[in-house]
């Protein structure tokens, strides 16, 4: 590939760098057609859809299905002649992802249709950075030995916590970590391709954002809450998460509910995770926190009062540190993520209603509010979506 080089304002660039720069789009327009697509295009059907030539066409798909970026597949077709051949994402790409959770560690590793063709999902262990993660590479290695021959391009890492642009986990309050070269302890796992660390809301966003590699999602705006022991968050913006100037844009958790309420692992008062994670609902409605997600819903149905007084305080927190962020950056969707997706519809519509009333633009645009996919590993999911987006966006480098 001929790579662009600088020129003076006025001189021409080389003919090379054009028609290299035009093909790198073209394989770019391509992979996102298909990949886009709800019925497998033929190369005809790319010609006219991305106003090619079918020569053009024709040459760009035979290029990525040599490099198995896209598959061919045979397809019925009506009237004479034989039927077109379909194109649809490759199976024989593969990004992995893992996830660092407060009690367990997962890897899944995905193919570009979004099929999740290996996985592991083992407890943390202990606390200390370095075993964990050196346990978390373990398993990452056992899942790539089963690839069988598909190509890794790359590893996503989902932390919980405030994550730097090099990697480097500046601080997570619910493992007790603070300033660990997430990327660097994990290097090995990725061989040639870096390893790519971000914060697990912003993963389980992403997987919201984009279900399948390259496939936008219903909302292309929305505030995401990510709810486990911890509580996370991530801001979407046209189909894209917002890291923020520091990375931690969305940290819905710490957004304060009541300045005078309990003591937060972050050092400030009243933050919403101290109402809606998991260990303040586990002591509020009596429940175990394993059965929390499951059994909060029913025991409320069932008028337990004090699974009753626990959907109350979801249901104020929420509302009360939601409409903060709404009224801030503009967008009207909510999605909530993790336990919070087992809230029952009337819940859910009674946070919507809460947040209607406060929300300043409900008036000309009510707030929706709905649960996540309810994929149990979305982060590890999002960060598998995350290590492929380089083959999406730039395939030219991959075939």
Known sequence: MVEPGSTSWGES???AVRQSSLRERNLAAIV???CRADVPP???DLATELSMTRATAGRLVDELVAARVVDEVDRSQGGRGRPAKGLLPGTGIVGLGLAVETDRLLVRAVDLRGRVI???DVPSGPRDAELVLDALA???REVRRGLQGRRLVGVGVAVPGIVTDDGRLRRAPNLGWNDVDVAGILASVGGRYPVQVANEADMAALLEAQPRPGRPGP???FVHVSAAVGVGGAIVSGGRVVAGEHGAAGELGHVCVDPSGPACGCGSTGCLEQYVGIRA???VSGLPRERVAEGLAAGAVAGDPRCLAAVEQVTHALSVALASVVNVVGISSVVLGGHLTALDVATIESIRSRLDARVLGSRWKPVQVRPARGDQTAAATGAAHR???DVLARPAAWV
Request: glycine share 4%.
């Open 138 to 140: 373990h398993e990452a």
């Open 13 to 15: 660039a080389p003919v």
């Open 32 to 34: 996102a057609a298909v």
């Open 42 to 44: 033929s190369r005809a």
């Open 219 to 221: 909302w292309s705006d």
């Open 387 to 389: 290590a492929l987006a």
């Open 118 to 120: 290996g996985q592991r």
């Open 281 to 283: 609902l586990a002591e």
